[in-house]
C-alpha cells in the first residue's frame, strides 16, 4: 500500500518576512541604551573641546588649564548629584523628591551664615578653605547621618516620617540663617549672599581633588548594588521578598548619599534643583528603568547640562548671569511641571 509522505510547514516558514528596512534598523540601535550613551559622550566630548580651545585671548596653556579644572568640577558635581538623585528617588520611590530635602542645603547656608555672624568678614575669609570644606563635610554628614539613625531604626522607623522631619529642620535652618542675615552689615550680607550661589569656575584644585576621592569612594560602594536597586524599586514588600535586607540596605544607600552631596555642596555651594532635572531626563531618555543604564545616563546629562550651560553664559550672554540661577529657573519650572502632571494624573 503506497504511503504518502506530508511535509510539515512552519507558520513562520511560510509567511513572507517584512522587508528590512532602513527606519527600522535604525529604531533598533536607538533601542540599545549603550548607543544612546555613545551618543551623549561624542556631544560632551565636542562641546568640552570646544569649551576648551575657543575664543582663548592669552596663553591657550593656561586657558586650558583653568577651564580644565572648572570641567573637572563639572563632572564631579554632576557624579555626586545625578548618582545620588536617581538612588534618592529609588529609595523613596518619589521622583519629584531630591536630597536637598533632607536639609542639606539650609544647614550649609546656617554654617556659613554662622562663620560671619561669629567671626566677621576678617576671619570668613581668613579661615583656611580646606577646614572650612572639612567642617561643612563634616556637620552635614553627621547631621545626616544623626536623623537616619534615630528615624530609622527601632520602632518608629519611616521614611515618609525622615522626610518630614528633615523638610521642618530645612525650614528652621532657613529662619535661623535669615534671623542672622538681618544682623549682618551690607558687606558681611553680600559675602553670605555670593556664597550661597553655587559656583563652579576656577574651583580650588586641593578642595576638588577630596571631593572627587569622596565621590568615587561613593560610586565604587554603588557599583555592586545596582542589581539590589532595580530590586528596591520595586517597593520593600517585594524587596523583601526576594530576600534583601531592606534596613541595612536603605541605611548604606542613604550614608552613601549624603556623603555624597554634602562634599559637593561644600564645594560648589547649593544647587537645588539640578539633581531633579538630570535625573528626571534619565528616566525618559533611557527607556529602562534598570540602573546600570540610569545612573551613568544621569550624570552625562548633568555634565552636558553643566557645560552646554556654561558655554552659553560665556559665549552667548557675554558672562550676564550665573550658571546657578539659569539652573534654579529652569529647574523650578521643571518641577512645577512635574507637580501638576502627577496632580493631573
Known sequence: MPTETLSVVRPEESAPRPPFTRPGRVRALWA?????????????????????????PGSLAFAVKIRSLTIAAMVIVAIAVGTSTVVFHTITQNRILTPSIMGFDSFYGLIVTL???????????RADSVMMW???????????????????????RSIHLMLLVGLVLGTFFRSLTEWMQRMLDPVEFQIVTDQMFASLTRPNPTLLMFTAVIVLGGVVVLVPLLRTLDVLSLGEPVAVGLGVNHRR??????????????????????????????????????????????LPIAVLLGILCLLGGQVVIEQLL????????????????????????????
Open 115 to 125: 562663620t560671619v555672624f561669629l567671626f566677621g568678614t576678617a576671619g570668613f575669609l
Open 134 to 156: 572639612l567642617i561643612q563635610v563634616g556637620v552635614m554628614v553627621s547631621f545626616s547621618v544623626f536623623l537616619f539613625t534615630w528615624l530609622f531604626t527601632g520602632k518608629r
Open 318 to 345: 557675554g558672562f550676564q548671569g550665573t550658571l546657578s540661577m539659569v539652573i534654579e529657573f529652569v529647574g523650578g519650572i521643571f518641577f512645577l511641571f512635574l507637580v501638576l502632571r502627577k496632580g493631573a494624573r
Open 249 to 294: 540596605v536603605v541605611m548604606t544607600l542613604f550614608f552613601v548619599v549624603s556623603v555624597m552631596v554634602a562634599a559637593s555642596t561644600a564645594l560648589v555651594g547649593p544647587i537645588l534643583f539640578f539633581g531633579l532635572i538630570v535625573a528626571n531626563l534619565a528616566y525618559s531618555y533611557a527607556g529602562t528603568f534598570r540602573h546600570e543604564w540610569t
Open 32 to 56: 540599545r541604551p549603550i548607543v544612546r550613551i555613545a551618543l551623549l559622550g561624542v556631544v560632551i566630548l565636542a562641546l568640552a573641546a570646544f569649551y576648551l580651545l575657543h575664543d582663548v
